[in-house]
């Protein structure tokens, strides 16, 4: 095999990154309630700098508090959050790694939205959520308004901290995806409708933001291109078809973005994305914690624990997985976006094989690929293929323990099959935190 | 309030090895403010500076696990290593700048691991039976474990000392690891540690006789317990377990190895209608007992029981109707029989918060000290209240228990909105404990 497609420069607009492997957006809750960063999320990011990437792509960044997938992100929703973020951007540059910030508002899918929150998330709809029942309220023209001036001000502040870049979180059921969803958008207005109108909300956001921050900031979109809501929930429609998506992406492509980052999946977690494995007992330790943020929570709860109705939900769950492989799943969408649009095309799912990768980009489907779960089973992986590897020799199961596991406990790899023993995998998982500050360190810091 | 009362408050308390400089303790609280790994925070100084800084006169910390396998819930800073004593040396040091001394409770859940964490599937026990509440799983100790949980102890009271703290606690009560050993309706061993009041004693003993042989004679070591379990305060046809006269002699024998003071509490479980005295709010219960789910084999049952009118109004009924009487002082009666029976100075906990309560019973000599949890997170400036003439808080704590309740999932801190201006003011005053957080260009 050769590498040689992946190890080659990609232009983002004003942004070269060296190679084509990135690291996508992914998290974990090391931060303070309140938003304010840690030092663990430094070194979580650092880790994977170090381990070869081209860039990084930030766990998501809330604009606002009433925007939090999840408490215990850092977030950018106030100009206090900028010696945090700046100071991410120089340990992560330290590693010749870029660094792009993913700036999210999550709408109504609050997984478990803090304290801060009202009772209900802002979405394009007032219908719930559909898996959970996480409440939503309707957003009239001035909120729309507010929430474009909070990714305005929040771009401004990431252009302020020095990151190389902001990525628009519109995919996997945030916001941006449940005004372009035709499965969840049922205004009536200007912003709902046709495509045209429910595209609005995102072009606008998008011409704002380049309007803020001038050509020379890299500013990319990730978008569903297909929701396959009815991959999850089968009596609902399924959603924006491929054309449509594709017509979405040239208007965003117009309104000023230098790239598009191709995923799957109305909602998240979704069958596409992630795909793999649907871990049931790890599913019923963790999902627990969210039965307070829904309306269909406790009922899915119950589900999860019971056979066999656990055992039909696993199995229509990893449906898509075994149907269409995984790694690359998405490669048909990005490849159906690549040929629309003149900017370049990241796209996400599974990547872990440097042949593999390779190979997409010389067949022209995608210009680069972004990688999250394989990244945390192999945080060398890209030193790896540099050396000649095509797979890390443990790679990533698609076991879906991470993703399972990250509300209650830290995120890490949790297949105990690719460990030797499980103290060992305890010990890699908490070593997240073997660089904390120790205090005498911090002295100083605070004068309350 | 009156002169006695705030003369009797602000009298140092002498201890064998320690003085410090009023009789307000502020007890055990904490919240999920650490690593989950056990390694401390800026956030864990922040919180327990605002306390010294609001006029206590001693804090006590956090439960410090000093294994992980003794954790009650992750994200409290552990003594389990040496690596960790530059953090609780800190803490001393910012703690110490308020004239506020501090002193480290060591603890080891046993069974009642509310959440166990990722390192251990199963708690330690003096039994193999489950905790009957939430059906937490655990194992019966064999005498090598127990060997080691004491070797543990006694390394973690080093730790406290080489950290520059002012004393250790051992955390005795409330159904963590050693009131496994010493209630007789938990201990149902046939070995030395378990039958007679002694041998159940045995395990509290040679803990603190490690300790002190680990501290040395000249540093201050106090041990905290439930003088009654009460363990049949929710379920009548359960024993009643330790009774006052057996803990009175538990305590006789603990002051001959070595403890130079007592921290009184109550229950055999945590929570339990007796501490935190007070409410049963059901809103929060089910808002927060979710996350508890996966911990053991009865929270089901418990949830959907806590979910479900009429059965949770009678639940809560029952829960409170247990100190519906007295809340403030709770355990003053079994404070004072203790007090009567040891000559070392005894302190209380349970819901103090008036200057002329707490004055009053030192001054007829029911207790040296009180500590206080919820009504400092309540008013963290209250001992300065004190000591200005006020008798109480102007807005004090409710015991509406919602704190307890909230620190799984949330930022420990009061949650009784009726106690601020608006519901947004009530959020920022809760996360103001982060506000302290150091800048990552500072930590580098």
């Given at each position: 095999?050769?590498?040689?497609?992946?190890?080659?420069?990609?232009?983002?607009?004003?942004?070269?990154?060296?190679?084509?492997?990135?690291?996508?957006?992914?998290?974990?809750?090391?931060?303070?309630?309140?938003?304010?960063?840690?030092?663990?999320?430094?070194?979580?990011?650092?880790?994977?700098?170090?381990?070869?990437?081209?860039?990084?792509?930030?766990?998501?960044?809330?604009?606002?508090?009433?925007?939090?997938?999840?408490?215990?992100?850092?977030?950018?929703?106030?100009?206090?959050?900028?010696?945090?973020?700046?100071?991410?951007?120089?340990?992560?540059?330290?590693?010749?790694?870029?660094?792009?910030?993913?700036?999210?508002?999550?709408?109504?899918?609050?997984?478990?939205?803090?304290?801060?929150?009202?009772?209900?998330?802002?979405?394009?709809?007032?219908?719930?959520?559909?898996?959970?029942?996480?409440?939503?309220?309707?957003?009239?023209?001035?909120?729309?308004?507010?929430?474009?001036?909070?990714?305005?001000?929040?771009?401004?502040?990431?252009?302020?901290?020095?990151?190389?870049?902001?990525?628009?979180?519109?995919?996997?059921?945030?916001?941006?995806?449940?005004?372009?969803?035709?499965?969840?958008?049922?205004?009536?207005?200007?912003?709902?409708?046709?495509?045209?109108?429910?595209?609005?909300?995102?072009?606008?956001?998008?011409?704002?933001?380049?309007?803020?921050?001038?050509?020379?900031?890299?500013?990319?979109?990730?978008?569903?291109?297909?929701?396959?809501?009815?991959?999850?929930?089968?009596?609902?429609?399924?959603?924006?078809?491929?054309?449509?998506?594709?017509?979405?992406?040239?208007?965003?492509?117009?309104?000023?973005?230098?790239?598009?980052?191709?995923?799957?999946?109305?909602?998240?977690?979704?069958?596409?994305?992630?795909?793999?494995?649907?871990?049931?007992?790890?599913?019923?330790?963790?999902?627990?914690?969210?039965?307070?943020?829904?309306?269909?929570?406790?009922?899915?709860?119950?589900?999860?624990?019971?056979?066999?109705?656990?055992?039909?939900?696993?199995?229509?769950?990893?449906?898509?997985?075994?149907?269409?492989?995984?790694?690359?799943?998405?490669?048909?969408?990005?490849?159906?976006?690549?040929?629309?649009?003149?900017?370049?095309?990241?796209?996400?799912?599974?990547?872990?094989?440097?042949?593999?990768?390779?190979?997409?980009?010389?067949?022209?489907?995608?210009?680069?690929?972004?990688?999250?779960?394989?990244?945390?089973?192999?945080?060398?992986?890209?030193?790896?293929?540099?050396?000649?590897?095509?797979?890390?020799?443990?790679?990533?199961?698609?076991?879906?323990?991470?993703?399972?596991?990250?509300?209650?406990?830290?995120?890490?790899?949790?297949?105990?099959?690719?460990?030797?023993?499980?103290?060992?995998?305890?010990?890699?998982?908490?070593?997240?935190?073997?660089?904390?500050?120790?205090?005498?360190?911090?002295?100083?810091?605070?004068?309350? | 309030?009156?002169?006695?009362?705030?003369?009797?408050?602000?009298?140092?308390?002498?201890?064998?090895?320690?003085?410090?400089?009023?009789?307000?303790?502020?007890?055990?609280?904490?919240?999920?403010?650490?690593?989950?790994?056990?390694?401390?925070?800026?956030?864990?100084?922040?919180?327990?500076?605002?306390?010294?800084?609001?006029?206590?006169?001693?804090?006590?910390?956090?439960?410090?696990?000093?294994?992980?396998?003794?954790?009650?819930?992750?994200?409290?800073?552990?003594?389990?290593?040496?690596?960790?004593?530059?953090?609780?040396?800190?803490?001393?040091?910012?703690?110490?700048?308020?004239?506020?001394?501090?002193?480290?409770?060591?603890?080891?859940?046993?069974?009642?691991?509310?959440?166990?964490?990722?390192?251990?599937?199963?708690?330690?026990?003096?039994?193999?039976?489950?905790?009957?509440?939430?059906?937490?799983?655990?194992?019966?100790?064999?005498?090598?474990?127990?060997?080691?949980?004491?070797?543990?102890?006694?390394?973690?009271?080093?730790?406290?000392?080489?950290?520059?703290?002012?004393?250790?606690?051992?955390?005795?009560?409330?159904?963590?690891?050693?009131?496994?050993?010493?209630?007789?309706?938990?201990?149902?061993?046939?070995?030395?540690?378990?039958?007679?009041?002694?041998?159940?004693?045995?395990?509290?003993?040679?803990?603190?006789?490690?300790?002190?042989?680990?501290?040395?004679?000249?540093?201050?070591?106090?041990?905290?317990?439930?003088?009654?379990?009460?363990?049949?305060?929710?379920?009548?046809?359960?024993?009643?377990?330790?009774?006052?006269?057996?803990?009175?002699?538990?305590?006789?024998?603990?002051?001959?190895?070595?403890?130079?003071?007592?921290?009184?509490?109550?229950?055999?479980?945590?929570?339990?209608?007796?501490?935190?005295?007070?409410?049963?709010?059901?809103?929060?219960?089910?808002?927060?007992?979710?996350?508890?789910?996966?911990?053991?084999?009865?929270?089901?049952?418990?949830?959907?029981?806590?979910?479900?009118?009429?059965?949770n109004r009678i639940f809560k009924w029952r829960w409170e109707k247990v100190a519906r009487d007295r809340i403030e002082g709770i355990n003053l009666p079994l404070a004072r029989a203790v007090k009567q029976a040891v000559s070392v100075p005894v302190i209380c906990a349970g819901g103090f918060q008036t200057a002329s309560v707490i004055g009053g019973a030192i001054a007829d000599g029911s207790v040296d000290g009180v500590s206080m949890g919820r009504p400092l997170i309540a008013n963290p400036d209250l001992a300065n209240m004190f000591a200005q003439g006020l008798d109480r808080a102007p807005k004090p704590c409710t015991y509406c228990n919602k704190c307890l309740i909230n620190f799984i999932e949330n930022p420990l801190g009061c949650y009784e909105e009726s106690r601020y201006s608006s519901h947004d003011e009530m959020v920022r005053q809760i996360l103001s404990v982060f506000q302290g957080a150091p800048l990552p260009a500072e930590v580098t």
């Open positions: 095999m050769s590498a040689d497609a992946i190890f080659q420069p990609l232009q983002l607009g004003p942004l070269t990154v060296k190679h084509r492997v990135l690291r996508s957006s992914l998290g974990g809750r090391w931060d303070n309630y309140d938003g304010s960063g840690t030092s663990t999320r430094i070194d979580w990011d650092s880790k994977f700098a170090r381990g070869g990437v081209a860039a990084i792509i930030s766990s998501n960044a809330p604009v606002h508090q009433r925007g939090m997938l999840v408490a215990n992100y850092a977030s950018i929703d106030t100009d206090e959050r900028i010696p945090f973020w700046r100071e991410v951007v120089r340990r992560v540059h330290e590693h010749d790694c870029r660094y792009i910030m993913q700036l999210v508002h999550a709408g109504r899918e609050r997984i478990l939205p803090g304290l801060q929150a009202s009772p209900t998330g802002l979405s394009a709809t007032d219908s719930p959520e559909p898996l959970n029942g996480f409440q939503a309220e309707r957003m009239n023209v001035e909120q729309i308004r507010e929430v474009i001036a909070q990714f305005v001000a929040a771009a401004r502040r990431a252009r302020e901290a020095g990151v190389d870049g902001v990525e628009l979180a519109g995919a996997q059921g945030m916001l941006f995806t449940q005004f372009l969803s035709s499965a969840i958008n049922d205004r009536k207005d200007e912003y709902g409708g046709s495509v045209e109108n429910r595209a609005r909300f995102a072009v606008e956001t998008v011409r704002a933001i380049r309007a803020e921050v001038g050509p020379d900031f890299c500013l990319g979109f990730k978008i569903s291109i297909r929701d396959h809501m009815n991959e999850l929930l089968p009596w609902m429609r399924s959603g924006n078809t491929l054309e449509e998506s594709v017509q979405i992406c040239k208007w965003l492509e117009e309104a000023g973005l230098d790239y598009l980052h191709v995923s799957v999946g109305g909602g998240f977690p979704h069958p596409r994305n992630p795909a793999g494995e649907y871990p049931t007992a790890n599913v019923v330790a963790t999902y627990d914690t969210l039965i307070s943020s829904g309306s269909r929570t406790f009922r899915n709860y119950l589900m999860f624990r019971t056979w066999p109705l656990n055992k039909g939900f696993r199995w229509w769950w990893e449906r898509p997985g075994r149907k269409h492989g995984i790694e690359g799943i998405n490669l048909p969408e990005a490849r159906a976006v690549k040929q629309a649009v003149g900017i370049p095309v990241l796209v996400t799912g599974g990547f872990q094989t440097a042949s593999v990768i390779a190979g997409a980009i010389e067949r022209g489907d995608c210009d680069a690929v972004t990688i999250a779960r394989p990244l945390i089973a192999n945080p060398e992986l890209v030193n790896m293929f540099a050396q000649g590897l095509d797979r890390a020799p443990r790679p990533c199961t698609y076991c879906n323990k991470c993703l399972f596991t990250f509300l209650e406990h830290p995120l890490g790899c949790y297949d105990e099959r690719r460990y030797e023993s499980r103290e060992q995998m305890i010990r890699e998982v908490l070593s997240v935190y073997a660089g904390a500050p120790l205090p005498s360190e911090v002295v100083g810091a605070t004068q309350l | 309030m009156n002169d006695g009362a705030q003369a009797a408050i602000f009298e140092p308390l002498r201890f064998r090895n320690l003085t410090v400089k009023n009789r307000l303790f502020r007890s055990s609280i904490s919240g999920r403010f650490d690593n989950y790994d056990g390694s401390g925070t800026q956030t864990r100084i922040d919180w327990d500076v605002k306390f010294a800084r609001g006029g206590i006169g001693t804090i006590i910390s956090s439960n410090s696990p000093l294994h992980p396998r003794g954790l009650i819930v992750p994200n409290y800073a552990h003594l389990d290593d040496d690596d960790k004593i530059a953090f609780w040396r800190e803490i001393g040091r910012r703690v110490h700048e308020h004239d506020c001394a501090y002193i480290a409770q060591i603890a080891f859940s046993g069974r009642q691991r509310d959440v166990g964490g990722i390192q251990y599937e199963k708690g330690l026990s003096s039994t193999a039976k489950p905790e009957p509440i939430h059906g937490l799983q655990c194992e019966r100790m064999t005498v090598q474990q127990i060997q080691e949980v004491v070797d543990a102890f006694a390394q973690a009271a080093r730790r406290v000392r080489e950290a520059e703290l002012d004393g250790v606690e051992i955390h005795g009560c409330n159904g963590y690891l050693i009131t496994q050993f010493l209630s007789p309706a938990i201990n149902d061993r046939t070995d030395d540690y378990g039958g007679a009041l002694e041998n159940r004693a045995r395990f509290a003993l040679e803990i603190v006789r490690a300790v002190r042989a680990a501290i040395g004679d000249d540093f201050h070591l106090q041990f905290k317990i439930s003088a009654v379990d009460d363990n049949d305060a929710l379920f009548p046809w359960a024993g009643k377990g330790t009774t006052l006269e057996e803990s009175i002699q538990v305590c006789k024998w603990l002051e001959e190895a070595g403890v130079d003071g007592f921290h009184i509490s109550a229950g055999n479980s945590f929570p339990h209608p007796r501490n935190p005295a007070g409410g049963w709010p059901i809103e929060d219960v089910i808002r927060s007992y979710d996350t508890m789910l996966s911990s053991g084999t009865r929270t089901l049952r418990n949830y959907v029981l806590f979910r479900t009118p009429p059965v």
